[in-house]
C-alpha cells in the first residue's frame, strides 16, 4: 500500500512540475523523480526528444534505393538499400595530410571530401590514371609539358567510378592499406567488394560520405 500511494504521490508532483514547467505534453522520467531530481528527468526528455527528431530526419533523407555510404573516420564502406545493408568492406579514404609546392605556392590538402554526392558517370574499366601535378611535386619531380608523360596504367584496379571534382572510388595495389586513411581523397576498394559496387552503382547514385 505504500508503494502504491507513492507512486500516486510521484504521479501528482510530476503533474505540477509540468503545469510549471507548460510542459503538460511532455515525458518524465518516474525514476529520476524518485532521486529528487526533477532537473535530470527534463533533460532526459528533452535528450528523447531531441534524438527522436534526428531519428525522424534520418529517414526523411535516407535514400529509398540504392546508395553507398562512405565512413572516413572508421575507412568503411557500405552499400545500402533502404535502411538495409547488403554489403560492408574496409576501404581507404583520405589521409588530410597537406603538400605544399614551394616554386609556385600551391598547396594541396589530401582529404575524402564529405557530404551527399553522386555518381557522375558509367564506371570506367581499367582505368588509366592521368597524374596531376602534385603527384610530381609529391616524389619531387617536376611536372611535365607532355600530358603522355602523366598516363599510368594499372595503379587505379579494374575499375574506377566518378563521384564528381576529380575523385573517384576505385580499386587499388596497396591491399595492405585497406582500413586505413591512405589515400590522396578518392575511395579505394578491394577488387571483389568493387566488382560488386559496379554492378549497381548507376549515374545519379547516392553517395553520402561522413
Known sequence: MRRVLLAIGLA?????????????????????????????????????????????????????????????????????KGDTVVLE???????NNSLADTASG????????????????SAMEDPVWMRPDWAFIEEGEAPPDNPRERAEAGVLGKYAIPIGDGYFIHGTLYTRLLGYPATHGCVRLGDETLARIVKVARPGTPVIIY
Open 89 to 95: 568492406d574496409v576501404c581507404s579514404t583520405g589521409t
Open 12 to 80: 501528482v508532483l510530476a503533474a505540477a512540475v509540468l503545469t510549471a514547467c507548460g510542459k503538460r505534453e511532455a515525458e518524465v522520467d518516474v525514476e529520476a523523480l524518485t532521486t529528487g531530481n526533477i532537473a535530470l528527468a527534463q533533460d532526459v526528455n528533452q535528450m528523447r526528444a531531441a534524438r527522436r527528431k534526428v531519428a525522424a530526419e534520418l529517414n526523411r533523407l535516407r535514400p529509398s534505393g540504392t546508395y553507398l555510404v562512405v565512413d572516413t573516420f572508421r575507412n568503411r564502406v557500405r552499400l545500402m
Open 106 to 121: 600551391r598547396e594541396w590538402t589530401f582529404r575524402t571530401p564529405r557530404g551527399r554526392r553522386a555518381v557522375q558517370g
